[in-house]
Protein backbone atom coordinates (compact mmCIF):
# COMPACT_ATOMS: atom_id res chain seq x y z
CA UNK A 1 0.00 0.00 0.00
CA UNK A 2 1.73 3.72 -1.02
CA UNK A 3 2.13 5.83 1.68
CA UNK A 4 -0.59 8.33 0.14
CA UNK A 5 -3.14 5.42 0.03
CA UNK A 6 -2.10 4.17 3.69
CA UNK A 7 -2.50 7.99 4.87
CA UNK A 8 -6.22 8.48 3.74
CA UNK A 9 -7.11 5.40 5.50
CA UNK A 10 -5.38 5.84 8.72
CA UNK A 11 -7.41 9.37 8.54
CA UNK A 12 -10.47 7.96 7.30
CA UNK A 13 -10.90 5.27 10.44
CA UNK A 14 -9.86 7.89 13.11
CA UNK A 15 -12.72 10.27 12.13
CA UNK A 16 -15.08 7.00 11.75
CA UNK A 17 -13.98 5.60 15.06
CA UNK A 18 -13.99 9.39 16.66
CA UNK A 19 -17.77 9.63 16.02
CA UNK A 20 -18.27 6.30 17.48
CA UNK A 21 -17.98 6.84 21.18
CA UNK A 22 -21.18 7.84 23.24
CA UNK A 23 -21.17 10.84 25.67
CA UNK A 24 -23.69 11.67 28.38
CA UNK A 25 -25.05 14.79 26.87
CA UNK A 26 -26.26 12.86 24.16
CA UNK A 27 -29.36 12.15 26.58
CA UNK A 28 -31.46 14.80 26.49
CA UNK A 29 -33.46 15.44 29.64
CA UNK A 30 -36.78 13.77 30.11
CA UNK A 31 -39.79 14.19 32.41
CA UNK A 32 -38.62 12.07 35.12
CA UNK A 33 -34.85 11.77 34.81
CA UNK A 34 -33.36 8.02 35.98
CA UNK A 35 -32.75 8.52 39.93
CA UNK A 36 -30.00 5.95 40.89
CA UNK A 37 -30.72 7.10 44.62
CA UNK A 38 -34.43 6.49 43.92
CA UNK A 39 -34.05 3.27 42.06
CA UNK A 40 -31.42 1.76 44.07
CA UNK A 41 -32.99 1.69 47.71
CA UNK A 42 -34.68 -1.39 48.69
CA UNK A 43 -33.65 -5.04 47.29
CA UNK A 44 -32.36 -5.08 43.61
CA UNK A 45 -31.74 -8.36 41.21
CA UNK A 46 -29.59 -8.30 38.67
CA UNK A 47 -28.80 -10.87 35.51
CA UNK A 48 -25.39 -10.96 33.85
CA UNK A 49 -22.52 -11.98 31.49
CA UNK A 50 -18.39 -10.91 31.19
CA UNK A 51 -17.88 -11.14 27.68
CA UNK A 52 -14.46 -11.26 26.49
CA UNK A 53 -12.62 -9.00 23.71
CA UNK A 54 -13.87 -11.48 21.06
CA UNK A 55 -17.25 -11.44 22.79
CA UNK A 56 -16.85 -15.02 23.84
CA UNK A 57 -19.25 -15.39 26.80
CA UNK A 58 -16.45 -16.52 30.14
CA UNK A 59 -19.16 -16.34 32.87
CA UNK A 60 -22.97 -15.57 33.81
CA UNK A 61 -23.30 -14.01 37.12
CA UNK A 62 -26.87 -13.60 39.29
CA UNK A 63 -25.74 -10.01 41.61
CA UNK A 64 -28.73 -9.15 45.16
CA UNK A 65 -28.49 -6.20 45.58
CA UNK A 66 -29.67 -3.64 49.14
CA UNK A 67 -29.77 -0.16 48.61
CA UNK A 68 -29.99 1.85 51.47
CA UNK A 69 -30.13 5.60 51.99
CA UNK A 70 -30.09 8.05 54.59
CA UNK A 71 -29.97 11.71 53.02
CA UNK A 72 -27.57 12.03 50.38
CA UNK A 73 -25.74 8.87 51.45
CA UNK A 74 -25.92 5.61 50.12
CA UNK A 75 -25.04 1.89 50.40
CA UNK A 76 -25.09 -0.40 47.64
CA UNK A 77 -24.48 -4.19 49.40
CA UNK A 78 -24.00 -6.82 46.48
CA UNK A 79 -23.91 -10.53 46.62
CA UNK A 80 -22.42 -11.99 43.22
CA UNK A 81 -23.13 -15.80 42.83
CA UNK A 82 -20.75 -16.57 39.48
CA UNK A 83 -22.27 -19.69 37.27
CA UNK A 84 -18.41 -21.41 38.22
CA UNK A 85 -19.80 -21.43 42.01
CA UNK A 86 -17.64 -18.18 42.53
CA UNK A 87 -19.68 -15.60 45.32
CA UNK A 88 -18.41 -12.40 45.93
CA UNK A 89 -18.98 -9.27 47.55
CA UNK A 90 -18.85 -5.38 47.10
CA UNK A 91 -20.37 -2.48 49.27
CA UNK A 92 -20.42 0.46 47.53
CA UNK A 93 -20.60 3.89 49.89
CA UNK A 94 -22.35 6.57 47.58
CA UNK A 95 -22.63 10.31 47.99
CA UNK A 96 -24.72 12.53 46.20
CA UNK A 97 -23.10 15.77 45.06
CA UNK A 98 -25.05 19.06 45.09
CA UNK A 99 -24.89 19.32 41.89
CA UNK A 100 -26.44 16.23 41.24
CA UNK A 101 -23.60 13.54 40.24
CA UNK A 102 -22.42 11.18 42.92
CA UNK A 103 -19.00 9.83 43.76
CA UNK A 104 -18.86 6.39 45.47
CA UNK A 105 -15.71 4.36 46.74
CA UNK A 106 -15.74 0.42 47.42
CA UNK A 107 -12.86 -2.57 49.09
CA UNK A 108 -12.33 -3.07 45.36
CA UNK A 109 -12.30 0.20 44.19
CA UNK A 110 -9.21 2.23 43.12
CA UNK A 111 -10.00 6.21 44.13
CA UNK A 112 -13.48 7.60 43.66
CA UNK A 113 -16.05 6.54 40.76
CA UNK A 114 -17.41 9.32 39.46
CA UNK A 115 -21.26 9.04 38.25
CA UNK A 116 -22.98 11.66 36.23
CA UNK A 117 -26.38 10.96 34.65
CA UNK A 118 -28.54 12.69 32.04
CA UNK A 119 -32.20 11.68 30.81
CA UNK A 120 -32.53 7.89 31.07
CA UNK A 121 -28.62 7.16 31.61
CA UNK A 122 -26.08 7.18 34.09
CA UNK A 123 -22.40 6.59 33.46
CA UNK A 124 -20.11 5.72 36.32
CA UNK A 125 -16.17 5.81 35.71
CA UNK A 126 -13.70 3.84 38.09
CA UNK A 127 -10.74 1.79 38.44
CA UNK A 128 -11.63 -1.30 39.31
CA UNK A 129 -9.15 -4.07 41.41
CA UNK A 130 -9.39 -7.14 39.62
CA UNK A 131 -7.23 -10.20 41.24
CA UNK A 132 -6.77 -13.37 38.57
CA UNK A 133 -4.58 -15.66 39.19
CA UNK A 134 -3.53 -14.11 42.98
CA UNK A 135 -2.32 -11.14 40.61
CA UNK A 136 -3.88 -7.66 41.03
CA UNK A 137 -4.26 -6.06 38.08
CA UNK A 138 -5.89 -2.30 38.19
CA UNK A 139 -8.39 -2.10 34.84
CA UNK A 140 -10.52 0.59 33.82
CA UNK A 141 -14.72 0.67 33.98
CA UNK A 142 -16.89 2.70 31.85
CA UNK A 143 -20.37 1.67 33.66
CA UNK A 144 -23.95 2.62 30.93
CA UNK A 145 -27.09 1.87 32.71
CA UNK A 146 -29.90 2.91 30.95
CA UNK A 147 -33.40 2.93 32.91
CA UNK A 148 -36.17 1.34 30.87
CA UNK A 149 -38.51 2.15 33.26
CA UNK A 150 -39.40 1.91 37.02
CA UNK A 151 -38.51 -1.09 37.65
CA UNK A 152 -35.72 -2.06 35.23
CA UNK A 153 -32.65 -0.79 34.07
CA UNK A 154 -30.30 -2.27 31.50
CA UNK A 155 -26.64 -1.75 31.90
CA UNK A 156 -23.14 -2.25 29.68
CA UNK A 157 -19.62 -1.71 30.96
CA UNK A 158 -16.43 -1.93 29.02
CA UNK A 159 -13.66 -2.53 30.64
CA UNK A 160 -10.30 -1.56 29.18
CA UNK A 161 -6.60 -1.94 30.46
CA UNK A 162 -3.94 0.78 28.69
CA UNK A 163 -7.06 2.27 26.55
CA UNK A 164 -7.75 -1.25 25.27
CA UNK A 165 -11.23 -2.87 25.42
CA UNK A 166 -10.58 -6.08 27.70
CA UNK A 167 -13.88 -7.13 28.20
CA UNK A 168 -17.74 -5.76 28.33
CA UNK A 169 -19.75 -6.72 30.82
CA UNK A 170 -24.06 -6.58 30.46
CA UNK A 171 -26.33 -6.54 32.98
CA UNK A 172 -30.21 -6.61 33.36
CA UNK A 173 -31.70 -4.94 36.43
CA UNK A 174 -35.06 -5.96 38.29
CA UNK A 175 -36.85 -4.74 40.89
CA UNK A 176 -40.28 -7.19 40.05
CA UNK A 177 -38.42 -9.64 41.23
CA UNK A 178 -35.89 -9.16 44.43
CA UNK A 179 -37.62 -11.91 46.31
CA UNK A 180 -36.41 -14.20 44.65
CA UNK A 181 -33.32 -13.12 44.61
CA UNK A 182 -30.33 -15.50 42.43
CA UNK A 183 -31.91 -18.54 44.72
CA UNK A 184 -33.14 -21.07 41.19
Known amino acids: MNK ?4 VCSLLLSFLLSGC ?3 LKDYEPIEKPFDIKEYFDGKVTAWG ?3 NFSSKVQRRFCVEIIGTWEKNR ?9 DDGEVSYRNWQLIKQANGNYTGTAED ?3 TAIGKHQ ?3 FQFQYDLLLTLDNNTYSVSM ?3 MYQIDSLRVMNKTVMSKFGIEVAEI ?3 FDKTLPIKGCQP
Open 119 to 121: GFA
Open 4 to 7: LAYT
Open 142 to 144: DDW
Open 170 to 172: TLF
Open 49 to 51: VVQ
Open 109 to 111: VAG
Open 21 to 23: STE
Open 74 to 82: GTLAEKFYF
